[in-house]
Nanobody
């Protein structure tokens, strides 16, 4: 069974950086895309960004564009989220997920497997 495990969350001051990791196991389809979502306290889970299987295509939500960077190491079955210039509005639980390559990247329903989430707290 596919398992995704996020790590790297924590407490950081505004303006700081964090790098999240998402390690995937038991994935047999090399074509899968991956994505990051986040859920702030009291709010719905929202799309953050996605990366194609070959790492040649990334898409980001407007709220993180220019500050966050998604990358992946297919040899390690690991995806990363580099977060810079963090603000308190970035405080959330961050989830990674996988989807088939031709699905709608911004919709939660397109994603098949999810991690348990890692909490990021940005203090002002």
């Amino acid at each position: 069974q596919v398992q995704l495990v996020e790590s790297g969350g924590g407490l950081v001051q505004a303006g700081g950086s964090l790098r999240l990791s998402c390690a995937a196991s038991a994935l047999t389809d090399s074509r899968y895309a991956m994505g990051w979502f986040r859920q702030a306290p009291g709010k719905e889970r929202r799309f953050v960004g996605t990366i194609a299987s070959s790492s040649d295509t990334t898409v980001y939500a407007d709220s993180v564009k220019g500050r966050f960077t998604i990358s992946r190491d297919n040899a390690k079955n690991t995806m990363y989220l580099q977060m810079n210039s963090l603000t308190p509005e970035d405080t959330a639980v961050y989830y990674c997920a996988t989807r088939s390559p031709y699905s709608t990247y911004w919709e939660e329903g397109s994603y098949d497997y999810w991690g348990q989430g890692t909490r990021v707290t940005v203090s002002s």
